[in-house]
């Protein structure tokens, strides 16, 4: 029953993505992918490899974050907006099935952008000599891992703040989290001991987006396959993170006049 | 038997952005009974989408309850029963009829075939099966609000709660829907909706409840009503006591007079009156006006 | 999100433009005796666009270059506090390029477990970034980074460690074959940079180290010469690669026997760079030949 409603939820925030061309962006820059990896063959293939992959998983990165950030950020204002929301609570659902529904929805989309892209890319990386391995596979499950943190945030940030505020953010936390970490990482030994465990409250609660990229082992050469824990760890982690951020969500809007 | 709708000491109250509260509704108290059909009236702002907003569970009022068959307003069980149709609403605009039915009947529980039935009957039955497959967008106010009202009768509800059901349906859809509303009636549907078209809501009620400023101030039988408001007269010529029956006499000729009457029965004893002393020249009965009414009743609540 | 792809595609394509045409745009950003690069914004409006784009792209794929030399190891500089608690990890090995970056005053941006205070997450960091600790840190072969140094030059032709590195990066192997694509590639740099002091000094060291060629040399290194006087400013690298132009000016007059013209350019040298001990003491000890062999690296190079 929960899951047909969930479907049911996910399946219209798919259609509508799909048919209000959102996912045209990926069409155009599998494109541009497509020709720059052309132009870049003047300079023959041999010795660019590396060059090429880490454009691709950079732009990758990059713009399936960005998909998924103005996708998730909007469900639910413009629910709001459009009153769409009256039928659908109406129904006999509660609050918390619809925002698992949309949610998942929104990921369906991110996902979806993401592997079209991937597969044009790798396409692209085809013509480089590009062979693909279990690493890459693992950069794509990652990756894909990684998406889902960044549409719970995302979608959390639209139930307290307005489309634009919560993108804003979003992108903010989703290119900047990594910087931030890095920035404790190296501040944590200087700090004095009364301001550390700051640092370590501060690392736990921002997004660990970095932990869910493998780019930068994909795009050089002879990194191996990660281990299968460090995969569990961050199914775990992707887990626990989104079920949190739900909760948050739900807190603010199972009450929340509409 | 569980009341369709039971509210009790009713309290909703909204936060603006300056942070101040204000009231919508206050200690409001109502019922309606399984099968009964009642208007929802009140001038703009009077709190009627608050409240049914409060019995789909949209709203958490501050105070009191509100049950839907027993259960309490909003919950799943409640919402089971119930089809609303909102004020205005936008269905998703790059889905098509169809695609919105089928989505929300998901939604309602329905699957498979039975789902697919019911969502073409329904297109069918409001009118709308020509344009199935185009998208919302696409269509017309009149339209969507078809749409609106195929997705509130999805999974034939015990409850229908429809708010200014009648927006954006033009005189051959008003009908249309009047005659869909008596035949879910008839079946045993209970209607609950708000409206400004008072004629609709005299053709369709059993029941009044108006509302003004959050408060309840006039709950009444529309029969009752009808006969209240409907004003008999009777023109006749010579000297005839009408004492005790009305003082609303109007001399028109030398010699004629009009008498109005407020009841049906002091119509009748001054028509025996005036046959034993004087001659009947005419005799008029005529309906009242509910939009008087309605004014007078929120003028006399101010 | 429709604004979103076309401002993409829109840069790229402008960038796949820019590149494709870049040698007819090149007449326009750095013609002969015209400012080159950031400096041709001052004179070319068109210049100011393509000419942003160009540097930024450039610097960001040295960048990248040197992150690729490091498999993707993301380093940094050692902070104060670092260097003064000895905090470094140990250098690699095969640090053979200085041009590119110095062991010496970097680490990695991700900590070891021992400096991580972040637990499994540091560890799930360790092991799905490209990470690898200072005790195990080495390069990539810098050959297989020519392309890049080619595309950096193609994007930008004014980018000269695009030029000069590339160059160096050839030379290494110490083949003939390898010496005349170097000077190749460096004569390339010097038809679209005809002001570059760094350029010519390039081409004269590897003239006089390489090939012997003590009269071409000197054409190259004496013209940097002129041009370092002749400039109201000049740029870091510039004028860091100054020293090493006179000391080999110095020797190149020197094994042409013109030693009026050794000693003039030597006092010159000391002049101008007071502190440099290897043009003091060239200034101070006799005339001695160079060894006669090929490929002889003079004291104290870069």
Same mark, same amino acid.
């Given at each position: 029953?929960?899951?047909?409603?969930?479907?049911? #939820?996910?399946?219209?925030?798919v259609?509508?993505?799909?048919?209000r061309?959102?996912?045209?962006?990926?069409?155009?820059l599998?494109?541009?992918i497509?020709?720059?990896?052309?132009?870049?063959?003047?300079?023959?293939?041999?010795?660019?490899?590396?060059?090429?992959?880490?454009?691709? /998983?950079?732009v990758?990165?990059l713009?399936?974050?960005?998909?998924?950030?103005?996708?998730?950020?909007? #469900?639910?204002?413009?629910?709001?907006? &459009?009153?769409?929301?009256?039928?659908?609570?109406s129904r006999?659902?509660?609050?918390?099935?619809?925002?698992?529904?949309?949610?998942?929805?929104?990921?369906?989309?991110?996902?979806?952008a993401?592997?079209?892209?991937?597969?044009?890319?790798?396409?692209?990386?085809l &013509?480089?000599?590009?062979?693909?391995? =279990?690493?890459?596979?693992?950069y794509?499950l990652g990756?894909?891992?990684g998406?889902?943190?960044?549409?719970?945030?995302?979608?959390?940030?639209?139930l307290?703040?307005?489309p634009?505020?919560?993108?804003? #953010?979003?992108?903010?936390?989703?290119?900047?989290?990594?910087?931030?970490?890095?920035? =404790?990482v190296?501040?944590?030994?200087?700090a004095?001991?009364?301001?550390?465990?700051l640092?370590?409250?501060l &690392?736990?609660?921002?997004?660990?987006?970095?932990?869910?990229?493998?780019?930068?082992?994909?795009a050089?050469?002879?990194?191996?396959?990660?281990?299968?824990?460090?995969?569990?760890?961050l199914?775990?982690?992707? /887990?626990?993170?989104?079920?949190?951020?739900?909760?948050?969500?739900w807190?603010?809007f199972?009450?929340?006049?509409? | 038997?569980?009341?369709?709708?039971?509210?009790?000491? $009713?309290?909703?109250?909204?936060?603006q952005k300056?942070?101040?509260?204000?009231?919508?509704?206050?200690?409001?108290?109502f019922?309606?009974?399984?099968?009964?059909?009642?208007?929802?009236?009140?001038?703009?702002?009077? *709190?009627?989408?608050?409240?049914?907003?409060?019995?789909?569970?949209?709203?958490q009022?501050?105070?009191?309850?509100?049950?839907?068959?027993?259960?309490?307003? *909003?919950?799943?069980?409640?919402?089971?029963?119930?089809?609303y149709?909102?004020e205005?609403?936008?269905?998703?605009?790059?889905?098509?009829?169809?695609?919105?039915?089928?989505?929300?009947?998901q939604?309602?529980?329905?699957?498979?075939?039975?789902?697919?039935?019911?969502a073409?009957?329904?297109?069918?039955?409001?009118?709308?099966?020509h344009?199935? *497959?185009?998208?919302?967008?696409?269509?017309s106010?009149?339209?969507?609000?078809?749409?609106?009202i195929?997705?509130?009768?999805?999974?034939?509800?015990?409850?229908?709660?429809?708010d200014?059901?009648?927006s954006?349906l033009?005189?051959?859809?008003?009908?249309?829907?009047?005659?869909?509303?008596?035949?879910?009636?008839?079946?045993?549907?209970? $209607?609950?909706?708000s409206?400004?078209?008072?004629?609709?809501?005299?053709?369709?009620?059993?029941?009044?409840?108006v509302?003004?400023?959050?408060? $309840?101030v006039?709950?009444?039988l529309?029969?009752?009503?009808?006969?209240?408001?409907?004003?008999?007269?009777?023109?006749?010529?010579?000297?005839?006591?009408?004492?005790?029956?009305?003082?609303?006499?109007?001399?028109?000729?030398?010699g004629?007079?009009?008498a109005v009457?407020?009841?049906?029965?002091?119509?009748?004893?001054?028509?025996?009156?005036?046959?034993?002393?004087?001659?009947?020249?005419?005799?008029v009965?005529r309906e009242?006006s509910l939009?008087?009414?309605?004014?007078?009743?929120?003028q006399?609540?101010? | 999100?429709?604004?979103?792809?076309?401002?993409?595609?829109?840069t790229?394509?402008? +960038?796949?433009a820019?590149?494709?045409? +870049?040698?007819?745009?090149?007449?326009?950003?750095?013609?002969?005796?015209?400012?080159a690069?950031?400096d041709?914004?001052? @004179?070319h409006?068109?210049?100011?666009?393509?000419?942003?784009f160009?540097?930024t792209?450039?610097?960001?794929?040295?960048?990248?270059?040197?992150?690729?030399?490091?498999?993707?190891v993301?380093?940094?500089?050692?902070t104060?506090?670092?260097?003064?608690g000895?905090?470094?990890?140990s250098?690699?090995?095969?640090?053979?390029?200085?041009?590119?970056?110095?062991?010496?005053?970097?680490?990695?941006?991700i900590p070891?477990?021992?400096?991580d205070?972040?637990?499994?997450?540091?560890?799930?960091?360790?092991?799905?970034?490209?990470?690898?600790?200072?005790?195990q840190?080495?390069?990539n072969?810098?050959?297989?980074?020519?392309?890049?140094?080619?595309?950096?030059t193609?994007?930008?032709?004014?980018?000269?460690?695009?030029?000069?590195?590339?160059?160096?990066i050839?030379?290494?192997?110490?083949?003939d074959?390898?010496?005349?694509?170097a000077?190749?590639?460096?004569?390339e740099?010097? +038809?679209?940079n005809p002001r570059?002091?760094a350029?010519?000094?390039?081409i004269?060291y590897?003239?006089?180290?390489?090939?012997?060629?003590?009269?071409?040399?000197?054409?190259?290194?004496?013209?940097?010469?002129?041009? @370092?006087?002749?400039?109201?400013?000049? @740029?870091?690298?510039?004028?860091?690669?100054?020293?090493?132009?006179?000391?080999?000016?110095?020797?190149s007059?020197?094994?042409?026997?013109?030693?009026?013209?050794m000693y +003039?350019?030597?006092?010159?040298?000391?002049?101008?760079?007071?502190?440099d001990?290897?043009?003091?003491?060239?200034?101070?000890?006799?005339p001695?030949?160079?060894?006669?062999?090929?490929?002889?690296?003079?004291?104290?190079?870069?």
């Amino acid at each position: 029953m929960k899951l047909a409603v969930w479907g049911a #939820l996910a399946r219209g925030v798919v259609l509508e993505s799909i048919r209000r061309k959102d996912l045209w962006v990926v069409a155009i820059l599998g494109f541009v992918i497509m020709l720059s990896a052309g132009a870049l063959g003047f300079f023959g293939a041999q010795g660019l490899q590396v060059f090429v992959k880490d454009l691709a /998983v950079t732009v990758l990165g990059l713009f399936s974050t960005i998909v998924a950030i103005l996708t998730t950020c909007r #469900l639910m204002p413009e629910e709001v907006k &459009n009153r769409t929301l009256y039928p659908l609570l109406s129904r006999p659902i509660d609050r918390f099935d619809l925002l698992f529904g949309k949610l998942i929805g929104a990921v369906l989309v991110s996902w979806i952008a993401f592997l079209a892209l991937a597969a044009l890319t790798s396409i692209a990386l085809l &013509n480089f000599g590009v062979r693909f391995d =279990l690493l890459m596979a693992q950069y794509v499950l990652g990756k894909m891992m990684g998406l889902v943190v960044v549409c719970a945030v995302s979608f959390t940030l639209s139930l307290f703040m307005t489309p634009s505020a919560a993108a804003t #953010l979003s992108v903010i936390l989703a290119f900047g989290s990594t910087m931030i970490v890095r920035g =404790l990482v190296m501040g944590y030994e200087q700090a004095s001991p009364a301001i550390q465990p700051l640092f370590k409250f501060l &690392n736990a609660i921002l997004p660990q987006y970095g932990l869910f990229d493998l780019g930068g082992r994909t795009a050089n050469i002879d990194w191996g396959p990660v281990p299968a824990w460090v995969l569990g760890a961050l199914l775990a982690y992707m /887990v626990t993170y989104s079920g949190a951020m739900l909760a948050i969500g739900w807190a603010k809007f199972r009450k929340q006049a509409i | 038997m569980a009341l369709a709708i039971e509210c009790r000491d $009713l309290t909703i109250r909204y936060r603006q952005k300056s942070g101040a509260f204000v009231e919508a509704v206050r200690d409001l108290s109502f019922s309606v009974k399984p099968g009964e059909v009642v208007g929802f009236l009140g001038p703009n702002g009077a *709190g009627k989408s608050s409240t049914l907003k409060a019995l789909m569970g949209f709203v958490q009022p501050i105070a009191g309850l509100c049950r839907v068959f027993g259960e309490p307003a *909003g919950g799943v069980s409640a919402k089971r029963r119930i089809g609303y149709l909102p004020e205005v609403a936008l269905y998703y605009p790059f889905l098509t009829p169809l695609e919105t039915l089928t989505l929300y009947g998901q939604l309602q529980g329905l699957r498979g075939r039975q789902l697919r039935s019911e969502a073409h009957d329904l297109l069918d039955l409001l009118g709308i099966s020509h344009v199935a *497959g185009k998208q919302n967008r696409t269509l017309s106010k009149g339209m969507l609000q078809r749409v609106g009202i195929a997705q509130s009768l999805l999974g034939s509800p015990d409850l229908l709660v429809l708010d200014e059901i009648t927006s954006g349906l033009d005189p051959v859809g008003r009908r249309e829907l009047r005659t869909l509303l008596k035949s879910r009636r008839d079946e045993g549907t209970t $209607l609950f909706f708000s409206s400004h078209e008072l004629a609709e809501v005299e053709m369709l009620c059993d029941r009044i409840l108006v509302i003004h400023r959050g408060r $309840l101030v006039e709950e009444r039988l529309v029969s009752t009503l009808k006969d209240q408001l409907r004003r008999h007269s009777i023109t006749y010529s010579g000297r005839v006591s009408m004492v005790g029956l009305t003082d609303e006499l109007t001399e028109i000729a030398p010699g004629t007079v009009t008498a109005v009457f407020e009841t049906k029965e002091a119509l009748l004893v001054a028509i025996e009156r005036v046959q034993g002393s004087g001659q009947i020249l005419d005799i008029v009965s005529r309906e009242g006006s509910l939009e008087d009414y309605f004014v007078d009743t929120i003028q006399g609540a101010a | 999100m429709k604004q979103v792809g076309l401002i993409v595609s829109g840069t790229c394509g402008l +960038a796949i433009a820019t590149g494709w045409t +870049a040698t007819g745009w090149q007449t326009t950003l750095a013609t002969t005796g015209q400012p080159a690069g950031l400096d041709a914004h001052e @004179s070319h409006a068109s210049a100011s666009l393509l000419g942003q784009f160009r540097t930024t792209f450039s610097g960001w794929l040295w960048l990248r270059t040197d992150l690729y030399l490091h498999n993707g190891v993301e380093m940094r500089r050692l902070t104060e506090q670092e260097v003064a608690g000895d905090h470094r990890g140990s250098s690699s090995i095969d640090n053979h390029d200085h041009a590119l970056h110095d062991d010496s005053l970097i680490t990695t941006v991700i900590p070891s477990a021992e400096q991580d205070f972040r637990g499994i997450f540091g560890d799930i960091e360790r092991a799905t970034s490209a990470y690898k600790d200072m005790t195990q840190h080495t390069h990539n072969d810098p050959v297989s980074a020519l392309p890049l140094f080619r595309l950096m030059t193609w994007v930008d032709p004014s980018f000269l460690p695009g030029w000069t590195t590339g160059a160096a990066i050839i030379a290494r192997d110490r083949s003939d074959r390898s010496l005349e694509k170097a000077l190749g590639l460096l004569r390339e740099g010097l +038809a679209k940079n005809p002001r570059s002091i760094a350029l010519d000094g390039e081409i004269g060291y590897l003239l006089a180290a390489r090939r012997r060629d003590f009269r071409q040399a000197v054409h190259h290194l004496d013209r940097a010469r002129i041009q @370092s006087l002749e400039r109201a400013a000049l @740029s870091d690298d510039e004028f860091e690669a100054l020293p090493q132009i006179y000391r080999w000016l110095s020797l190149s007059y020197r094994e042409r026997g013109m030693l009026a013209e050794m000693y +003039a350019v030597l006092r010159e040298g000391v002049e101008r760079f007071p502190e440099d001990a290897v043009l003091q003491r060239l200034l101070e000890s006799p005339p001695t030949p160079l060894l006669d062999s090929a490929g002889v690296d003079p004291p104290a190079r870069r």
